[in-house]
């Protein structure tokens, strides 16, 4: 019986002995090296391309928007007067094309054709006139000066009637190619101008180009935005990823579509399986690391890239990730 008490009292010693030993040699073992990181993601700027004061914004920070989804507007008044101004160039355009393609009214083209007929006329006279001083200077009744006078007076009358009579043709023919082709030239300036203003008025209500979250309001309604200024910010959490750096000698672990597990404290330290999307040498100023290693050389450090294989629920942009090596 004494034998027995004294065997289970060593063997409890001994128990404890090795449970302390076991415990201070565990203690003094090289952990295995992690790497942190976080989870970035795709972020969009929403601005506009015009300037102006912001009427309303549609959107709050966290809330979920949708691919076309109004997100703010801006008052913009001189947008309206410059696309006024578009239009009314556009109809004047049009007018004088219109004019241009119809040709001479009806009454303009009676009235070149009375001038014709009044030229005409006042020649036919001239040269009767012309005749007659003829006939007369033959006769040594009028001086050579005289003749000379009436005939100087039928050649402009001749001259006035061909006139008025090719300034009748051309008002029966109407305007000529050129004109027409200026004329249509002109209707397209003014068309691009009017699209151009209504590409302004456009941008005065911005939607979104992605579906996301709203991170960022920057703007409220009265304030004024400049052009291209970001207004709304939205992060897309389906395009998430994984950063972390890597010293070059382990950067053999992490090579392209390499595929691993990594821990998400945030998650309740949940493991989940990435795949390596991107690997890039970090800047100089941050990357050289002194090593007293035997390869006598100084570590680089890469930035790596690594996508979630299957999506996430309650991934967030921020959140730290935890790779064991």
Known sequence: MRFTKYFLIIAIILAGVSWLSYSFWRAYQPQPPKLQGQIEAQQYNISSKVAGRISEVFVKKGGQVQRGQL????????????????????????????????????????????????????????????????????????????????????????????????????????????????AAGKVRMAEGAVAEGEVYAAETR???????????????????????????????????????????????????????????????????????SHVSVMGDFATWRATNSSKGFDMRSFEVEARPIQPIEGLRAGMSILVQL
Do not use: C
């Not at 040594?140 to 005289?146: I, N, P, S, Y």
């Not at 939205?234 to 750096?245: G, K």
């Not at 597990?261 to 399986?273: E, G």
């Open 206 to 276: 911005i939607e979104s180009w992605h579906d996301g979250e709203v991170t960022q309001i920057l703007l409220q309604s009265g304030e004024v935005a400049p052009q291209g200024f970001p207004v709304v910010t939205v992060m897309d959490m389906n395009d998430a990823w994984a950063v972390f750096h890597v010293r070059e000698d382990r950067l053999a672990e992490f090579s392209k579509d390499h595929e691993f597990y990594v821990t998400i404290p945030a998650l309740a330290n949940s493991r989940h399986l990435f795949r390596v």
């Open 71 to 182: 997100i703010f507007t801006i008052l913009s008044p001189e947008i309206d007067a410059k696309l006024a101004q578009a239009v009314a160039g556009k109809d004047a355009a049009l007018a004088v094309a219109q004019g241009v393609n119809s040709g001479a009214r009806k009454q303009q083209i009676e009235a070149a054709k009375d001038q014709w007929q009044q030229a005409k006329s006042a020649a036919l006279m001239m040269e009767k006139t012309f005749r007659r001083i003829d006939n007369l200077y033959r006769d040594g009744v009028v001086a050579l000066q005289k003749r000379d006078e009436a005939a100087t007076h039928f050649q402009a009358a001749t001259h006035a009637a061909d006139a008025a009579f090719q300034m009748f043709k051309l008002a029966e023919e109407g305007s000529r190619e050129e004109e027409k082709m200026a």
